[in-house]
């Protein structure tokens, strides 16, 4: 299996070079050259099977160049066994035709872990065989940063410096960053906000002595492997609800657009879903684009779902590559049109495409906030604000004969807060993080500034390479 940029000007790559890699060469990202695909009685086959050996077999057909499937099977057996429940990815029942599917049973209670344990385990293994180093530099505004600083700590191959902006993620988000006490793992507080972490990260990687003597490398939701390892969760649970034998629809909280893009893979790849709905906070910029066709960037307002506090969704990008017939040429000039004057129109053609893959709508603030509290008195299910958005949108698309499962992607201890506005009582801490509290804290805090950052990762880092 190839993959190729979504704007046509980088080379195609083999899945362990697109791991490596991130973004491609020409600003673009990279998607499969042909969507693989499984028949309806493989499928079916999934019925019942542990979630690692599903997680094997579809992602098999993307890597499979590359990786062995023996050596697979094992990555995905130690990325999944780090989940605190056997099923790794249960689902729950809300309403009669409405369900949640749990993804934050992973060790930092968010489903970046689904994605990132599996993300660490391929490069690790990927640089071991090739007897090569990384240098991982990402921004965080919360949730990634833990999930990745959890699944890379002690990794032989790869350092990973995270930027943070000082004072301005939660405790418990800070301390899950802090507190790895790890070699290879460097959190840096940024004398900034979460757009200055970001513009670092970019900075860096445009400056190409430093790219090539760190071995630079990105986890962020661009990665194709962390897309990837979300397609398996769409067949488990589909299955788990009478998939493939009759259609279920999803109903996705959304920023980067990275996991409701695995939604469509698996419905590419022959999963039978009939509505994939997008679930934005206020920042709305997708479901405005829906109805109106216009990809418009606004700016980000707070919400109590940070996580989906974002403006330019990167990985839709990747959906209107196939929105537009796969023609690059048309990708180019839109995000041209973006970097110029921060909006582009989609065409007719390519919008209708989108409209028959996607619905979308919005939650908000005061929405969110009485999802919670009405789930929690129905069902005793506890949303989390992220969660909330999508129940509250899915409830505006239930249809009567086709199940549909909202994605539930953060437990609520994460944002107590938005929690306890909602049902008056903080949410319980699941056992594991007692401790979390008075851990001892490891970081630096740096100046909001490019060469200060930059002279940190060359004293720091193991990849370093001599001048060339
Ligand atoms: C990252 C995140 C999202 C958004 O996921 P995307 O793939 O960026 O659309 C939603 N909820 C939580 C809790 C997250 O951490």
């Not at 530099?137 to 943070?164: K, P």
Request: hydrophobic share 45%; proline share 6%.
């Amino acid at each position: 299996m190839k993959y190729v940029s979504t704007r046509g000007r980088a080379p195609a790559l083999g899945f362990s070079d697109v791991l490596l890699t991130g973004l491609a060469g020409d600003g673009g990202l990279y998607v499969p050259e042909t969507w693989p695909s499984l028949d309806r009685a493989q499928i079916a086959a999934f019925a019942g099977r542990p979630y690692a050996e599903v997680a094997t077999e579809v992602i098999r057909p993307f890597a499979s160049s590359d990786i062995d499937e023996a050596d697979l099977a094992r990555m995905c057996d130690e990325a999944y066994a780090t989940f605190r429940h056997p099923a790794v990815a249960p689902l729950t029942q809300v309403a009669p035709g409405e369900w949640v599917l749990e993804l934050f049973h992973g060790p930092t209670l968010a489903f970046k872990d689904l994605a990132m344990q599996l993300l660490s385990r391929l490069m690790d293994h990927v640089l071991t065989s090739r007897g090569e180093k990384v240098t991982i530099i990402g921004a965080t505004s919360g949730d990634t940063g833990g999930a990745a600083i959890e699944a890379f700590r002690g990794r032989r191959n790869v350092d990973l410096f995270m930027l943070f902006p000082e004072n301005r993620v939660s405790p418990f988000q800070q301390r899950q960053m802090t507190t790895s006490g790890a070699a290879n793992i460097h959190p840096i507080a940024v004398k900034g906000t979460f757009d200055d972490c970001q513009a670092i990260v970019k900075a860096a990687f445009g400056n190409r002595s430093l790219r090539e003597r760190l071995a630079l490398s990105g986890v962020n939701s661009i990665n194709w492997a962390r897309i990837v390892a979300q397609i398996v969760y769409y067949f488990t649970s589909a299955v788990a609800i009478g998939g493939p034998a009759r259609p279920v629809s999803f109903t996705v909280p959304t920023g980067n657009f990275g996991d409701i893009y695995a939604g469509y893979a698996a419905k590419r790849m022959g999963l039978p879903i009939a509505d994939l709905v997008i679930a934005t906070n206020i920042n709305d910029i997708l479901s405005r684009t829906l109805a109106t066709g216009r990809y418009e960037v606004g700016s980000v307002q707070a919400t109590a779902s940070p996580s989906m506090d974002i403006q330019v969704s990167s990985n839709f990008e990747r959906a209107l590559f196939d929105a537009y017939d796969r023609d690059a040429e048309a990708i180019e000039r839109l995000m041209a049109m973006l970097a110029q004057s921060r909006a582009f129109t989609i065409g007719p053609d390519a919008l209708e495409t989108v409209r028959k893959h996607f619905d979308a709508g919005t939650a908000d603030e005061d929405q969110t906030r009485a999802t919670i509290a009405e789930v929690w008195r129905a069902t005793g299910f506890l949303p989390d604000p992220h969660t909330a958005v999508g129940l509250s949108v899915a409830r505006r698309h239930l249809s009567p004969e086709v199940p549909m499962i909202t994605l539930s992607t953060a437990h609520p201890a994460k944002f107590p807060a938005a929690v306890e506005a909602a049902i008056g009582a903080p949410p319980a801490l699941p056992p594991g993080f007692d401790d979390l509290a008075s851990r001892r804290e490891d970081y630096v805090v740096l100046a909001n500034d490019q060469s200060v950052v930059e002279d940190f990762l060359l004293a720091n880092a193991n990849a370093v390479r001599d001048e060339v």
